[in-house]
């Protein structure tokens, strides 16, 4: 799905290779991609910014986890489109 990212207000983050393979693993791919672009840019930025390898392992999980659950975000109630 080509998503369009033209109405962000933050810069838009490239997608690093290891949450890649992270979404690929857990096939949560389709899930990432159904979420909001300011959601998907959210969470790259959130785990990137992170300084501690240990912060953005933590973070990577709690994306995924948000993932699979569903109607979550930032651990906050989500009701999706």
Known sequence: M???FSNLRRP???MP????EALQREGLIEQYE???AYQ???YLSWITRAVREE???KRL???LE???KGGVYMRMAWKGQ
């Open 2 to 4: 080509q998503r369009d």
């Open 12 to 14: 838009l983050q490239p």
């Open 17 to 20: 290779g290891y949450i890649a």
């Open 34 to 36: 159904a979420r909001p």
């Open 40 to 42: 998907q840019n959210d």
């Open 55 to 57: 912060t953005r392992e």
């Open 61 to 63: 999980r709690q994306m």
């Open 66 to 68: 948000e993932l699979k």
